[in-house]
């Protein structure tokens, strides 16, 4: 199997940087209900891994990495596009189509489909990236892809390590539907075996979401631009090992 060592697709708060230093899973499942770019999971790729995800795009960009991608696929993706290219006259496959759509653009929720001013500078989309991608998409072929994660929460109970990282209350929400904090906690709890649940301080007031008794994480720097305004986001867990 693949070692996975880096993101198949930028989104943001993936939490592949963070999930250094985030507990290790403990059991040999791990769900996340709240996907995104499932930095935690891509970790510890060799786990038995079930994703859910809400957001149309990337329910079908998971689904073709873990169904249908393989090395050819992904080598066939162009590089070294012109900045206003649309993606979609490129003749790609929609799957090939979604994952230069989220390198080009990290947190694309929207319609947008161009080839950003910066997608192909280092660490978006280039041959050092398709190469990696490509070499990589087979750790995850054993993975499981489902939608509504707070339907899944409600429904399903199994035993291992629930990474639980939803929209931060106090930040951007891209898109997402309106999310029950408190239910959430309810069900955060009540998981059997390792739960670990992600939060972040408000950026604009410091209020601290109190769902559940977060701790301190430690900083992390969510965009960056000149060394003295990088944008940092003051991260929370709350880890519980055992029910």
Known sequence: MSRVTGPLFKWFGSKWLSAKRLPAPTHSRIF??????????????????????????????????????????????????????????????????????????TNNVGNC?????????????????????????????????????????????????????PPYRFNYQYKSPPCDYEKLAGLARARAGQVIVCEAVCPKTGTVPNWLPFMSFGSRITSRRKASQHHHSSELIWHREES
Not at 78 to 87: E, K, R, S
Not at 119 to 147: F, L
């Open 32 to 105: 996340e209900p709240f996907a995104g770019g499932a930095g935690y999971s891509l970790r510890h790729a060799d786990k038995r891994v079930v994703l859910c995800e809400n957001n149309p795009h990337l329910l079908e960009l998971w689904y073709w990495l873990m169904r249908h991608a393989n090395e050819s696929d992904i080598r066939e993706i162009p590089i070294d596009l012109a900045t206003g290219v649309d993606i979609r006259t490129l003749g790609l496959t929609s799957g090939q189509a979604l994952l230069l759509k989220n390198w080009q653009r």
């Open 113 to 165: 489909w161009t080839v950003s001013p910066w997608g192909n500078k280092p660490g978006q989309w280039t041959a050092n990236t398709r190469a990696r991608v490509a070499s990589e998409v087979g750790a995850v072929k054993h993975w499981q892809i489902y939608g509504d994660g707070m339907q899944y929460l409600e429904r399903s109970n199994g035993e291992g390590t629930w990474f639980i990282d």
